[in-house]
């Protein structure tokens, strides 16, 4: 399964690159696929949150994203940070009271705000005041039109005007000399497509989170096994919990802890995007059993072997150990995407930590490297029997939480 999307350059006077504007797809054929913005919108953030990475999608400018009324009212803008984006306002959204109260929210909390495909209204003067940009199509908007518009905003020297559709050097020139400032379209560069491997969270999984966070007093244990059986989602809530939009970084050791760090309406808004963008998919369940089973395992052992009082961070080292074969990816860079300590990463790039053994011995025991079993049951004062036992045990645990989300 492959994430999708198109980017289009948008450039100054001087022709410098100063954003991309992101366009949904759904396949390799760079065309609007037929669904509506609501859910556009929704895969679109989904994507360059989670599988993405708006900073690689962009290099490091602004995302130009397109917004329902509904999106905004969901606060899908917020899961981004301000300088990753600016909040483009379909044209196809009314003006009114509603849009009117997120457009002043955005702004207080330091977005960009841009109104696209703009075709003038008086009652759009009330937004004015908190917009920073107005896109207007050349193709679809005459010189009379454009004036009207110029004439509208001359009070309002915070608004910027952006040209799309520019083909040709000539409307290029032509858009210059009306004191368009910003311009898109094809004489400068088509969408240009790219495309990542994504995994989509379970309909089960889903189903459970969405039910656990409607309580006024979420059961944080239950949430927590949620997503400690499904590696995707863990994925997704630690990429979220180093995102841009927090500004502290905490180093995560435990899947409860991320959960604690984001609070219960982050997570609540994280679930309702990963709900309302799923797509389904067929996971790769060898890699996604084994990923579970060493998680399970290694915890079981580092408990009982009664060493480390930090237990719950060999699950997550167990679990993450195979993020970099179930995502085709490095895991070197995979882990800089993520705010684990610096003692899981140690662990999960092979390098000396206190987890290391537990991981060696998950993998010795599925390479039936039974010297090195031995040589770390001693090391460890657990006996070849206890591992045995605790290994067949995580076993059919891993084999009953792949059932129960499949």
């Given at each position: ?97 509603r849009l009117l109260a ?46 009207t518009i110029k004439t ?184 800089t995407k993520l705010p ?67």
């Amino acid at each position: 399964m492959y994430f999708y999307a198109a980017r289009q350059p948008i450039f100054d006077v001087q022709r410098e690159l100063i954003g991309y504007e992101l366009l949904f797809r759904d396949g390799l054929n760079n065309v609007f696929p037929e669904i509506d913005g609501d859910e556009a919108t929704s895969r679109l953030v989904e994507g360059s949150q989670f599988t993405f990475g708006l900073d690689d999608l962009t290099n490091q400018r602004p995302a130009y994203i397109n917004f329902t009324l509904e999106t905004l009212a969901k606060g899908y803008v917020q899961m981004l940070a301000p300088e990753q984006v600016v909040v483009e306002i379909l044209e196809t959204v009314q003006p009114g009271k509603r849009l009117l109260a997120c457009v002043k929210e955005l702004k207080e909390q330091g977005y960009t705000l841009a109104l696209d495909d703009y075709h003038h209204q008086n009652v759009w003067r009330h937004f004015f005041p908190y917009i920073d940009q107005i896109k207007v199509d050349l193709l679809a908007t005459n010189l009379e039109q454009i004036h009207t518009i110029k004439t509208a905003i001359q009070d309002f020297p915070n608004i910027d005007l952006v040209a799309e559709k520019v083909e040709t050097y000539e409307q290029f020139e032509l858009a210059k000399s009306l004191g368009f400032k910003y311009f898109q379209g094809f004489f400068f560069a088509k969408p240009e497509m790219v495309k990542t491997k994504a995994l989509a969270p379970s309909e089960l999984a889903m189903a459970e989170l969405l039910y656990e966070t409607s309580s006024v007093e979420p059961d944080l244990a239950r949430i927590t096994q949620v997503f400690e059986r499904d590696v995707n989602l863990s994925y997704k809530l630690l990429r979220y919990a180093n995102s841009a939009v927090f500004k502290r970084r905490a180093e995560i050791s435990t899947i409860k802890q991320a959960l604690v760090v984001l609070g219960s309406e982050e997570l609540k808004r994280l679930i309702s995007l990963l709900f309302a963008s799923q797509l389904n998919t067929e996971k790769p369940k060898e890699l996604l059993s084994l990923s579970l089973l060493r998680a399970h395992f290694m915890e079981a052992i580092a408990t009982k072997a009664n060493k480390i009082s930090d237990t719950g961070s060999t699950f997550l080292v167990g679990m993450m150990s195979l993020m970099d074969a179930i995502l085709d990816d490095d895991m070197a860079s995979l882990l800089t995407k993520l705010p684990l300590s610096q003692e899981i990463k140690s662990t999960l790039l092979k390098k000396p930590s206190a987890f290391g053994i537990y991981l060696d011995l998950a993998e010795s025991m599925e390479k039936g490297d039974w010297e090195n079993v031995e040589t770390i049951s001693k090391s460890l004062g657990v006996t070849s029997q206890n591992i045995a036992e605790l290994y067949q045990k995580s076993q059919v645990w891993s084999d009953t939480q792949i059932k129960a989300i499949e």
